[in-house]
Structure formats: structure tokens, C-alpha cells
């Protein structure tokens, strides 16, 4: 693959410490969740940066998608929803996402077929294929 953009970000101190992008233009403190058994606080988690960042990658992805398809999108909104759980097959952690997207305007079969062609094109879907499990879900009403 020849690279079109790439970017660095480094962690220190795990998830009760803090991360940061080389060029200084994303900067967290991390703080574990009470549901993992941490104390909370205000810092982002990984959950949450990999939900954004699936979120925004993806509703570019339906762009993309629905202007190749000639299709005009309004008001489009994209959640991505990040769990980890066990893994029951090495005691270890595993994520799964879950994709809800609404576009409002369109029928309930183009929007669902819109959806998956994003799902297909989109690179942390491609990344995440076969790794973990991701449902997508399209609604074209509220």
C-alpha cells in the first residue's frame, strides 16, 4: 500500500494515562471506565476514540458511496457504538461495534443498501472484517 496520509499517536501510562499525536493537535487524558473497575473520571477511553473515529470514517464512507450512486444525502448521522467483553476463547478482551446509521429522505431499502456499500468501502471496516463482529443498521425515518 503506498501511503496517502499517515499520523502517529502515544500513549503513556495505559488507560489512566494520557495520549497524543505527534503533532500535538489530539491530546487526551485517559481515564478507565467504573465498568472496567476504574474510577471514571473525565478523561476519553480507547472505546471512545475508536467509536469516533469509525463514526466520522464511516459517514465519509457513505458519502463517498452515495455520490458515486448519485444519490442526494441530507442531514446524515452515523453511531458507531463500541463494547468490550471477554473473549471466552483466551480469557482475554475482544470488541464488537455497532453501526446506526439514519438518512432521512430516502426509502428504507435504499438506505439499508447504501449502508453495506459504505460498510464495504469504508477502511475501519475493512480493517475490522472478519476480526470482530460489526451490525449495521440503517433507518431512513426516525
Known amino acids: 500500500m503506498e501511503a496517502l496520509y499517515t499520523t502517529t499517536a502515544t500513549a ?3 488507560r489512566n494515562g494520557k495520549v ?3 503533532d500535538g493537535t489530539l491530546k487526551h487524558e485517559l481515564s478507565m471506565p467504573k465498568e472496567l473497575g476504574g474510577s471514571g473520571g473525565d478523561g476519553t477511553n480507547p472505546e471512545q476514540m475508536f467509536a469516533a473515529g469509525y463514526a466520522a470514517c464511516f459517514e465519509s464512507a457513505l458519502n463517498l458511496v452515495a455520490r458515486q450512486q448519485d444519490v442526494s444525502l441530507q442531514e446524515v448521522s452515523v453511531s458507531v457504538h463500541v463494547s ?3 473473549d471466552e476463547a483466551d480469557d482475554g478482551f475482544k470488541l ?3 453501526i446506526d446509521v439514519y438518512l432521512p429522505g430516502l426509502e ?3 438506505a439499508a443498501k447504501l449502508a453495506e456499500a459504505a460498510h464495504q468501502a ?3 471496516s475493512k480493517a475490522t ?3 470482530i463482529e460489526v451490525e449495521v443498521n440503517s433507518a431512513s425515518k426516525p
Open 108 to 110: 428504507q431499502d435504499q
Open 96 to 98: 464488537a461495534v455497532k
Open 20 to 22: 497524543e499525536t505527534a
Open 84 to 86: 468490550l467483553g471477554k
Open 12 to 14: 503513556i501510562g495505559g
Open 129 to 131: 472484517r472478519g476480526n
Open 122 to 124: 469504508c477502511p475501519y
